[in-house]
Every structure is written in C-alpha cells, then in structure tokens.
C-alpha cells in the first residue's frame, strides 16, 4: 500500500494517537477510511469518464475516416458518371453530324416545313378507306371502289 511497510503504518498510529488522543483515534481512522474510499470511487470514475472519452473519440476519428473515404468515392463515381454521358454526348453528336452529313449528300433534302402528304380534315376520306362524310363507315362506299378519285369524292361530298 503506498510502498509504505509495517513500520511506517505503526509510526503513523503513535503519532495519531499522541496528536489526536486515543477516544478519537477510531471516529478519526474511519473518516479518514470512508475519505479514502471516496477518492478511490472518485478516480475509478474519472479513469472510466476518460477512456469512454477517449474510446469516442477513436470511434469518431474512424467515422471521419470512413466518411472522407465514402465522399471520395462518391467524387469518384460523380465523375465516372460524368465522363461516361459526356462520351455517349460525343457519340450522339458525331452520329448526327454523319447523318447531316449524309442528308445533305444525298440531295434529298425536303424544303422546310414539309414533311410529306398531309390529309385535310375536309378530305372526307378516313385512313380506313371508308367515307367519313356518310358516317356509315362502310369499305364498300371508298372513292377508289367506285372508280372516282378523292378530289371527286370530296366534291361530291360538299355539294
């Protein structure tokens, strides 16, 4: 205890008993021992205080660590990403440019605005081949099966 011997604790109970007197030496003794034992508590709780503390602190560094390593490798990924839609962009651009390209080569360019035959809705004549101006929907009443062309038909059909 203390590295202090036998010899040493008997000097120390002489010296307390001339000095505090031998009716008060045994209250004495125990408030120094229930002392003694509250400073133990008191260090035992401060050695234990410290290492949580310092437990934490290891756990947050490794969750800093962690964390940096995982934005890393979201930068990573971003940029990844990114190159892969900036070649598949290029790709994309340089097909266009072909098939421009190639439409101006061909000289079969249609003028602007035109994209092929377009119906009027005044036609009368539906996709179907029947006479929507009837309403009967009936194949067999079609300007072709009659021997007419549409322009007669849709003549026909506003007169």
């Known amino acids: 205890m203390f590295g202090m011997g036998w010899q040493e604790i ?19 003794a125990r ?7 509250q ?8 050695r234990t205080a410290v ?15 962690f964390a940096s390593d995982l934005e890393s490798e979201v930068y990573d990924i971003q940029d990844t990403a990114k190159n ?5 962009i290029e790709k994309g651009e340089k097909e266009l440019d072909q ?9 079969d360019s249609m003028p602007s605005g035109e994209y092929g035959p377009t119906l009027d809705a005044g ?11 009837a309403g009967d929907g009936a194949v067999g009443d ?12 849709a003549q026909k059909e506003s007169a």
């Open 84 to 88: 892969m839609v900036d070649k598949e």
């Open 142 to 153: 079609s300007a072709e099966e009659e021997g007419t062309s549409a322009a007669e038909a």
């Open 31 to 37: 408030t120094i021992g229930k002392l003694v034992a």
């Open 123 to 133: 036609d009368g004549a539906d996709l179907a081949g029947g006479d929507s101006a």
């Open 51 to 65: 290492s949580e503390e310092i437990e934490q602190q290891e756990e947050f560094a490794e969750f800093k660590e």
């Open 10 to 28: 008997m000097l120390i109970l002489v010296i307390g008993v001339l000095v505090i007197g031998p009716d008060q030496l045994p209250g004495v």
């Open 39 to 46: 400073f133990k508590r008191a260090t035992n709780d401060l």
């Open 99 to 107: 098939l421009e390209a190639e439409i101006s080569d061909s000289g």
